[in-house]
């Protein structure tokens, strides 16, 4: 079975800076498309970022020119640098690991961003 293990959320100020990580267990990661994901309160949860296994990046509008989506096969991790940060971009932050078109997901962790 995959694990994930993310790190890194916490309290923010706004026009600061998040940098989240995120540990798999198993086997074949770097075939995987590993993404981030966040859900706020009273909302659905929403696609942040994704990286392919062969490093194609997709953002979401609301990421793009302040985030950055990338990954080191070799610790099989995956990570999110998130500059610029704003009070709407508070929420829990999920990684996910898509393996043949299951999903699993990582327990979250809260990153808030303080006005």
């Known amino acids: 079975q995959v694990q994930l293990v993310e790190s890194g959320g916490g309290l923010v100020q706004a026009g600061g800076s998040k940098r989240l990580s995120c540990v798999a267990s198993?086997?074949?990661?770097?075939?995987?498309?590993m993404g981030w994901y966040r859900q706020a309160p009273g909302k659905q949860r929403e696609l942040v970022a994704s990286?392919?296994?062969?490093?194609?990046?997709n953002y979401a509008d609301s990421a793009k020119g302040r985030f950055t989506i990338s990954r080191d096969n070799d610790k099989k991790s995956v990570f999110l640098q998130m500059n610029s940060l704003k009070p709407e971009d508070t929420a829990v932050y999920f990684c996910?690991?898509?393996?043949?078109?299951?999903?699993?997901w990582g327990q979250g962790t809260q990153v808030t961003v303080i006005a």
């Open positions: 996910n690991l898509q393996r043949f078109g299951v999903p699993f």
């Open positions: 990286i392919s296994g062969a490093g194609s990046t």
């Open positions: 198993g086997s074949l990661f770097s075939i995987y498309t």
